[in-house]
């Protein structure tokens, strides 16, 4: 019995050798085939054109081919889904935007066919969309007291322009509101441009939009901007809303890199700092920053679950508030 046992012991030795082999293997070779990474929007569209410009980067961090496939479809589910669905074995990674993470966990989460905090594997955030509220150069609202001032007098007098109910925009309106008890009246708009158009008119007084889809508006002197959700070096002089006094910081739309939950220790080890070098690369920076209208912050994989958690809980309660959920 005692040879029994010792040849038992040997046998479990030779396993957990042989497992740690295969694990040190599988950090070792990782990647050893082409990573396949899904973006849930269209081509063309500004989550594509970030997602190219960072995949040619990593490729060379990680000396593999990186195939970049569009999936759009139903709030960015579509694509999000099909990551937390794959394999988890490090070759279908997600670039995707807050919408598909935060958004539509906070707003629908009894359709939503994925738990985006449970199901997905945060690897880095890239960057910010500023989201700014914008007046017409001639307003008589020189400042965002003064205009929140005017929406306490007048409740739901002044029209704001947003890109719609479920956006990132009509959330920050909302969130003014709850900080200062004054209340706006939202006009959704498609087409965001003409939502601006639409307010230089006189349709609306206001618009909420992209800081990218205001910029040519800024630049030409038409519209005068009186708060932004991140401080722009381009911007100096337009606030965010810590510098008006205010508690809390507005939202801006973001882009980020996820795995589905459960790859191995081995592979986020390679997988997370190459991603990383990637986002900080000083030519992905560049080549970004010509685009416009966004902001590269990198955030850490724990940096981005902490933030992730905290937006689906603040937009779910706003989300009920306006009657857009239960």
């Known amino acids: 019995t005692l040879r029994r046992f010792i040849r038992v012991v040997c046998a479990l030795s030779v396993i957990c050798a042989f497992g740690s082999f295969s694990a040190a293997l599988q950090a070792q070779s990782y990647p050893s085939r082409p990573i396949q990474v899904i973006v849930p929007m269209s081509a063309g569209s500004g989550t594509d054109i970030h997602a190219r410009i ?42 995707g935007p807050a919408t598909g993470i935060t958004y539509s966990r906070a707003l629908e989460p009894d359709t939503v066919p994925y738990d985006s905090i449970k199901d997905l594997e945060p690897l880095g955030l890239h960057a910010f969309f500023p989201v700014v509220i914008a007046v017409p150069a001639n307003s008589r609202w020189k400042t965002l007291h003064e205009f929140v001032e005017d929406g306490k007098r007048n409740p739901e007098r002044i029209r704001i322009s947003t890109p719609g109910l479920q956006t990132t925009s009509s959330f920050n309106v909302m ?152």
Do not use: H
């Open 54 to 95: 960072l995949m040619e980067e990593l490729r060379k961090v990680l000396n593999t081919p990186i195939v970049v496939v569009n999936k759009p479809g139903a709030f960015m589910t579509v694509g999000t889904n099909a990551v937390a669905k794959s394999r988890k074995d490090g070759y279908t990674l997600l670039y």
């Open 175 to 326: 969130i003014i509101e709850g900080l200062t008890g004054a209340k706006f009246s939202q006009v959704p708009y498609k087409d965001l441009v003409s939502g601006v158009t639409d307010m230089l008119g006189g349709q609306v007084e206001a618009t909420t939009q992209s800081l990218s889809v205001m910029v040519p508006f800024v630049t030409s002197g038409k519209v005068r901007i009186l708060v932004t959700s991140r401080k722009m070096k381009e911007f100096p002089d337009v606030p965010v809303l810590d510098e008006l006094g205010y508690k809390r910081e507005l939202y801006s739309p973001w882009f980020a890199m996820y795995a589905p939950a459960g790859i191995p220790d081995e592979v986020l080890k390679v997988l997370v700092p190459a991603i990383k070098r990637a986002m900080d690369s000083p030519e992905v920076v560049a080549r970004i920053n010509k685009i416009g209208g966004s902001l590269i912050e990198y955030k850490s994989p724990a940096e981005l679950r902490k933030m992730a958690i905290e937006e689906i809980e603040t937009i779910s309660a706003l989300a009920i508030k306006m009657g857009l959920r239960k």
